[in-house]
């Protein structure tokens, strides 16, 4: 059973910083592409970012320079480190295990979200 387990959202003041992790069990997680989406009230769920297995990495505009993911593929866990929050990255972030399918990253397994609210 592949279970995708996120932890470290919360409320953070506009500026600040947030670390998400994502624990993977039931996959081969080195074989996978990670990635991060997030869905907003009102809004239409977005990619934010993926990593691949060698660790190439791909980030929506909206966050470059501000958002790090990474991975260790020996503990089975990726990691969205989010610095210089803005009230737009308030969402559900979601953990996802998939793979390249063309040119697109395409999910196969989601984990259940963590709420991230940007807010003073």
């Known amino acids: 059973q592949v279970q995708l387990v996120e932890s470290g959202g919360g409320l953070v003041q506009p500026g600040g910083s947030l670390r998400l992790s994502c624990a993977a069990s039931?996959?081969?997680?080195?074989?996978?592409?990670m990635g991060w989406y997030r869905h907003a009230p009102g809004k239409q769920r977005e990619l934010v970012a993926y990593?691949?297995?060698?660790?190439?990495?791909n980030y929506r505009d909206s966050v470059k320079g501000r958002f790090t993911i990474s991975r260790d593929n020996g503990a089975n866990t990726v990691y969205l480190q989010m610095n210089s929050l803005k009230p737009e990255d308030t969402a559900v972030y979601y953990c996802?295990?998939?793979?390249?399918?063309?040119?697109?990253?395409?999910?196969?397994?989601w984990g259940q979200g963590t709420q991230v609210t940007v807010s003073s």
């Open positions: 996802n295990a998939g793979g390249i399918r063309w040119t697109n990253y395409v999910p196969d397994y």
């Open positions: 039931g996959i081969i997680f080195s074989s996978y592409v």
């Open positions: 990593i691949s297995s060698a660790g190439s990495t």
